[in-house]
């Protein structure tokens, strides 16, 4: 019985998790949920003998355990309660990790994409019937961000409904008509309501999801066709057309995107202009990366996540910024998972974690690569390490390339 009521309850977290009614960072209704079947997967794992621990995250634990340490240290000299608050995100996101693992088994993944399917739904019809939240520029432009409090949450949360089903999708391997338009269908959705957030982040991973299926269906026809001429042809002919898209878009020296209507191709170009026109310093002062190499010592031993006041710029920072560029210097992390985890915990123990990372992109199964290659290189752009589904399609990944499918439909266990 009780088996049968922890995945509802994941269910119902996950689909909790897109309302956001307090600031981000605080606890959620979905949070509620996800720790009570953690909590209930821990009595059922008791009451069954199943297995517990497993040595695939023994990487992972060592990790916790150092940036556990190293933010301590720092709360001790600081007495800045925020440094444990990041220790607790880290704890809470090892606790996420070990009950997705848990309860993974092919029944358990039917249940959760039908999940991610209503919620890419629900979001849809959050926009049409204009009572979505919206991103407001101080210029006047506008981004969608759903029933959340900012847009790269949103496009985020949509771009891992769409990573989910595609793994699970390429899992089964099941390419009838129906699972084919089914899957491309949402697809379509969720590119379409990323587009309406407009976040360069996620069109990043976009860009690499569909640019890495391209190439495995280049390589796949080309190295078993008899006239491998052709395909060459072809693929010297898309990487044409692509460089004519990138010319086509590329923005003029008085580009000004305030005076575009402001759609997704414009914040691109935005992108583009500010990295051809300015200088690395801008690019760190837009991701509130510049202490990368203000202060590169943390890059050895980390600095400790959280109390971001001590890294306010000094000296006439501002002076090195290209004009127009300079407008605050905001107080919060680094926006990019490996960088700002780098720098708060220095090189050891991201190491650790980077190696736990690799080898579950090494395991995944060719096919469902695309997925997982696309939110690492997402997550260069963005901090996405205490959203859950940034862990869950990871250990998806690992597990796929790991059991088989007997094993999937016996709710098997990765073991190594």
Same mark, same amino acid.
């Given at each position: ?17 897109q309302f956001y009614? %307090? ?29 517990? +621990? @497993?040595?695939? !995250? ?5 990790? +916790? ?6 933010? &301590?240290? @720092? ?13 607790? @995100? ?23 994409? #039908? $999940?991610?399917? +209503? ?20 210029? &006047?432009?506008?981004? %969608? ?10 496009? %985020? ?30 697809? /379509? ?5 990323? &587009? ?9 991973? /976009?860009? $690499? ?32 057309? /692509? ?10 020296? !008085? ?38 190499? /203000?202060?590169? #010592? ?27 560029? %300079? ?15 780098w720098f708060s ?19 995944? =199964?060719?096919? #469902?690569?695309?997925? $997982? ?10 901090m996405n390490c ?14 796929? &390339?790991?059991?088989? =499918? ?7 266990? =990765?073991?190594?």
């Amino acid at each position: 019985m009780l088996e049968q009521i922890i995945p509802t309850i994941f269910y119902i977290a996950i689909f909790t998790k897109q309302f956001y009614l %307090f600031p981000s960072g605080s606890i959620g209704l979905a949070d509620l949920f996800f720790a009570a079947a953690g909590i209930l997967t821990i009595c059922a794992a008791f009451r069954s003998g199943a297995k517990m +621990l @497993y040595r695939e !995250d023994i990487p992972w634990a060592v990790f +916790l355990v150092f940036a556990a340490v190293i933010n &301590g240290i @720092y709360f001790i000299k600081t007495a800045e309660k925020n440094l444990l608050l990041h220790s607790l @995100y880290w704890f809470y996101s090892a606790f996420l990790i070990w009950t997705f693992r848990a309860l993974y088994s092919d029944r358990f993944m039917g249940g959760l994409c #039908q $999940v991610c399917r +209503l919620n890419i739904l629900f979001q849809l019809l959050v926009l049409f019937s204009g009572r979505g939240r919206y991103f407001h520029e101080s210029w &006047g432009g506008t981004r %969608f961000m759903g029933t959340f409090n900012d847009p790269n949450q949103f496009a %985020f949360f949509i771009f891992t409904m769409m990573l989910v089903l595609f793994m699970e999708y390429r899992r089964k391997g099941i390419y009838t008509v129906k699972t084919r338009a089914l899957f491309w269908g949402m697809c /379509l959705l969720c590119v379409f309501l990323i &587009g309406k957030a407009k976040s360069t982040g996620m069109f990043v991973g /976009l860009l $690499v999801f569909f640019a890495v299926l391209l190439w495995q269906f280049f390589w796949d026809r080309c190295r078993h066709s008899k006239r491998k001429i052709y395909w060459w042809i072809g693929g010297a002919a898309s990487v044409a057309a /692509l460089a004519l898209v990138v010319y086509l878009i590329w923005p003029g020296a !008085d580009f000004d995107v305030s005076r575009t209507d402001y759609t997704i191709v414009s914040r691109i170009q935005q992108k583009i202009w500010k990295l051809a026109n300015g200088n690395l310093y801008d690019l760190l002062y837009d991701r509130s990366a510049e202490r990368l190499i /203000l202060e590169p #010592q943390y890059l050895l031993y980390g600095a400790g996540e959280g109390y971001f006041e001590r890294f306010i710029p000094q000296n006439g920072f501002e002076y090195l910024l290209s004009p127009g560029v %300079f407008d605050v210097f905001h107080v919060n992390e680094i926006h990019s998972s490996f960088f700002d985890v780098w720098f708060s915990y220095g090189l050891i123990p991201t190491g650790f974690l980077v190696y736990w990372i690799i080898r579950k992109v090494v395991r995944c =199964e060719r096919a #469902q690569r695309a997925a $997982v290659l696309a939110l690492l290189a997402e997550s260069f752009t963005l901090m996405n390490c205490r959203q859950p589904f940034f862990w869950f399609i990871l250990v998806m990944a690992g597990m796929s &390339g790991m059991i088989g =499918e007997s094993r999937c439909r016996s709710g098997g266990r =990765e073991e190594e």
